[in-house]
């Protein structure tokens, strides 16, 4: 490993990235998705240094050592931006901070920033100066946070324009840092990966197409690019987007809205700075990891006792419980969703719009990849979907539509504080006043029968692998960064979310007889979502959660 990767692994700003999760909210229904940040930045890096010598040591490119190890740090620094719980940080800011167009990759190019100028107070300049110069830096930050297509880039400008396809890729989303998260995500949530990244390694060429050299692919390699699609869309619907874990992962949001107020953390010559405000300091960013998780959740302070409940909610699966969902057209007019968000708006129910698609929205992303032959490897062409298999999508993007009640825990803690051998089992969200008893509340996706597991958690530990007990297998196909903004104002019923702890019981039982009785039950929740379905002609789908 080249010597200044090794440097900037070795600094606080990277080491960070160790505790903070892969796939977030994930992690708390996929108990092996335990892998972090940190490794999959250096697999991606280790990736990207492949392919660029590959290219190289195959065609004889003009590639020199200098282009190698930017793009080498490119991969490694891509995720430097990410907050606690990746990609839910950045649902956090958006409902902190309403009409804000904040990414990851913002963070990551001012966090890439600090840590080249951190390491020129600590070590001099000469430890940046002796390898990069200022337009390599700028290289870096192009490859990490690319400008978009048609936009045009300044550092490597025209003679190379293919590096910038290996990192992120802007022209059809064929990049090594997705080859290592579908590898890496795929074996610790325990879903087979069907797509082989070594194929597209070998067969990858840069061929000039109308005018710009871009990484191209041989013909016979176009179902396998379909393959890793197909893979990408496995993984959104059966773990990114699964019903649980985006219902932890609104929880989890609530409860740092909750409590941005009352966390500070100490940035540049000495200033607090909240949650929502850290992302404008990169020395309190450097210090913002999921460890945020914990110490709201065993604070002593009062004003976080809101927040408190929500997180220890989710410690004791009693979680935001989902009664409705559908799936629509990816053009469904956004004033025909915002009816029924109003409709439910401010009575405890989360409407939670998902877009779904293969990364270019209604775009099917290989009608923007070229593919050369074996006879006439210089020749690069396009493949018409028809011409590969009459089984592949017509369609490439739609909508998840889905209900959440709020009002769920503190009927169980009044219960379990009356009774509390008799209602330990009770798990994730029952409302036993409601009909939803009907509905199968005591089951749980993947209860492989832990009978030995404390009485709180039973048949609450979701196994990975079971795809036909659990309603995860039907879900969602999705996009885990551009498109998964959870929709709704949940401000208006905050009250309820209910109370973990049980001297509070009593009180937070009130809350939810309170708000219910201002409100809409669950049942007329459901009525007003079949309604809106079928105004809408949309199908109801089938519940199997919980």
Not at 71 to 99: M, N, T, W
Not at 140 to 167: A, C, M, N
Not at 404 to 418: C, F, I, L, P, V
Request: with cysteine; charged share 30%; hydrophobic share 35%.
């Amino acid at each position: 490993m080249h010597p200044l990767l090794v440097r900037i692994i070795d600094t606080p700003q990277f080491q960070r990235l160790r505790n903070i999760k892969q796939l977030g909210g994930t992690y708390f229904v996929f108990p092996g998705a335990a892998h972090n940040r940190f490794e999959h930045s250096i697999g991606v890096s280790h990736l990207a240094g492949l392919m660029v010598q590959e290219l190289k040591d195959r065609q004889g490119l003009d590639i020199d050592e200098i282009d190698i190890l930017c793009v080498k740090i490119a991969g490694l620094c891509h995720d430097l931006g990410h907050g606690p719980f990746s990609h839910l940080f950045e649902k956090f800011i958006h409902k902190k901070i309403p009409g804000s167009q904040w990414k990851h990759e913002d963070a990551s190019v001012q966090m890439f920033d600090h840590l080249i100028a951190n390491l020129k107070t600590k070590h001099g300049p000469d430890v940046i100066e002796k390898f990069l110069s200022d337009t390599d830096i700028s290289f870096i930050k192009e490859l990490i946070k690319p400008p978009g297509p048609g936009v045009p880039y300044t550092s490597r400008k025209e003679e190379k324009p293919f590096l910038y396809e290996i990192v992120s890729n802007k022209t059809n989303c064929i990049d090594v840092d997705k080859w290592d998260y579908f590898a890496r995500d795929s074996y610790h949530l325990g879903i087979q990966n069907n797509f082989d990244y070594r194929r597209s390694l070998k067969f990858a060429r840069v061929i000039k197409v109308d005018g710009r050299k871009q990484i191209c692919y041989r013909d016979k390699e176009v179902a396998n690019l379909y393959d890793m699609f197909q893979t990408r869309n496995c993984l959104h619907r059966r773990a990114y987007q699964h019903t649980v874990t985006r219902a932890i992962e609104m929880m989890i949001v609530d409860a740092f809205v909750k409590a941005d107020d009352y966390i500070f953390i100490q940035g540049s010559k000495g200033k607090l700075f909240k949650m929502s405000q850290a992302i404008g300091n990169m020395e309190a960013y450097t210090k913002l990891t999921d460890q945020v998780f914990e110490k709201i959740l065993h604070s002593p302070d009062p004003n976080l006792t809101n927040a408190r409940r929500i997180l220890q909610n989710i410690t004791q699966r009693r979680i935001y419980k989902c009664v409705g969902k559908t799936r629509a057209p990816s053009d469904i007019p956004e004033e025909q969703c915002n009816s029924l968000k109003n409709d439910l708006l401010n009575h405890g129910f989360i409407l939670d719009i998902i877009n779904m698609d293969w990364g270019m929205k209604e775009k099917n992303p290989i009608d923007n990849v070229r593919f050369y032959g074996k006879q006439k490897p210089e020749d690069a062409f396009l493949i018409p979907k028809h011409e590969v298999s009459s089984l592949l999508p017509e369609k490439f993007s739609e909508k998840w539509i889905r209900v959440y009640n709020k009002k769920t825990g503190a009927s169980e803690d009044a219960a379990d504080e009356a009774a509390p051998d008799e209602g330990a089992a009770e798990v994730e969200g029952d409302e036993a006043a409601d009909e939803g008893a009907t509905e199968g509340a005591a089951e749980v996706e993947g209860d492989k029968g832990n009978k030995g597991a404390a009485k709180a958690y039973e048949g609450a530990t979701n196994v990975e692998g079971d795809e036909g007990a659990a309603e995860a297998t039907d879900d969602v196909e999705g996009d885990e960064g551009a498109a998964d903004d959870v929709e709704g104002d949940e401000g208006a019923a905050d009250d309820v979310e209910g109370a973990a702890e049980v001297g509070a019981a009593d009180e937070g039982a009130a809350e939810v007889e309170g708000a219910a009785a201002a409100g809409i039950s669950e049942t007329e929740a459901k009525n007003i979502f079949r309604q809106w379905c079928k105004a809408n002609k949309l199908p109801v789908l089938k519940l199997r959660w919980p």
